[in-house]
């Protein structure tokens, strides 16, 4: 009877994300378009990126020689195969950009979200589109404020750039600090229960294919087809 009561309902993954990332920009719109996930339950974690590697005193792989020309060639070979809308060749404007703001700014959305995460959702959806899509400048303030004006209204707007400037700084402090606390060293990283109860982390989009295995998703994967899960796999 214990060892049922630990079985989970359903698969579920925790992603942490910074807009900041290309990467995580691809798992994200996997795990949001992809019908392999359907099964899951997923919750979206806003982080800064920044802090996490200074918390485990990783490099920046813009900094590392030959490292920094192969990850902009890998993140336009993920996202050819997986159909993801990607700027190319270029970069967003002053790559990498100081995201502080932007995730301040999705932590206070989180603060006032349901379990859905709708709010949340919306507001990574056009953040992430906007910014590695189409090229656009999201951190800078006059940009985000118009962004979130047109997702949520300016009433709504005003209140959550108040608390992205007071509280919601200590709540993507402490999310950072739990996707330390759960191993994670970059991004993206997906902290994942499958159905037995079983839990696991997993860096990278390139590692999606380890998730899908440690969630008994297989059977789902589209037969005879997507050229990314080919690579993957």
């Known amino acids: 009877m214990n060892k049922f ?8 993954i925790t992603l942490y994300v910074d807009t900041v990332s290309p990467f995580a920009y691809e798992a994200y719109h996997l795990l949001r378009h992809d019908p392999t996930f359907s099964p899951c339950e997923i919750e979206y974690i806003p982080i800064f990126l920044g ?3 200074r918390e485990c005193g990783n490099t920046a792989p813009i900094k590392i020689k030959n490292k920094d020309i192969w990850i902009n060639k890998e993140r336009l070979r993920w996202a050819q195969h997986f159909s993801i809308p ?16 932007v995730m301040r700014a999705l932590c ?5 979200d349901d379990k859905s995460q709708s709010k949340l959702i919306k507001g990574l959806d056009i953040l992430f589109h906007k910014h590695w899509a189409e090229g656009i400048a999201t951190h ?3 940009i985000l404020k118009q962004i979130l004006e047109e997702l949520y209204g300016k009433e709504e707007t005003e209140k959550v750039l108040t608390a992205a400037g007071s509280t919601a ?3 993507l402090i402490a999310n950072t600090d739990k996707a330390f606390d759960e191993g994670a060293f970059g991004l993206p ?19 999606l294919g380890q998730v899908v295995e440690f969630l008994g998703l297989e059977s789902r994967l589209k037969k005879g087809g997507n050229k990314g899960w080919k690579a993957m796999l």
Do not use: R, Y
């Open 108 to 112: 206070a959305i989180q603060q006032t």
């Open 51 to 53: 802090g996490l590697m």
């Open 86 to 101: 990607m700027i190319s060749p270029g970069l967003p404007p002053d790559f990498p950009a100081p995201s502080l703001p």
């Open 140 to 142: 800078k303030p006059e």
């Open 169 to 171: 700084k200590a709540t």
């Open 189 to 207: 990283w997906m902290t994942c229960t499958n159905t037995k109860g079983e839990k696991e982390g997993f860096w990278g989009v390139d590692h």
């Open 5 to 12: 009561l630990k079985m989970a309902s359903k698969p579920k």
